[in-house]
């Protein structure tokens, strides 16, 4: 088994350059933001509550 030790730093910019790179390879976009149908289903979230 082999340790690989990394300052947290470097971590940071390895994930986002991954992340990128799955990005690209997929042509996807990210909205920031969820609507609120996909933030229940995410939530698992059945009904609206009436407050």
């Known amino acids: 088994m082999q340790i690989i030790c990394l300052e947290s730093e470097a ?3 390895l994930v986002d350059k991954v992340v990128e790179r799955i990005k ?3 042509n996807t976009v ?3 933001w969820l609507s609120p149908a996909e933030a229940m289903n995410l939530l698992h979230i059945t009904s609206k ?3």
């Open 49 to 51: 509550s009436n407050t």
């Open 11 to 13: 971590l940071y910019q």
């Open 30 to 32: 990210e909205d920031k």
């Open 24 to 26: 690209e390879k997929k």
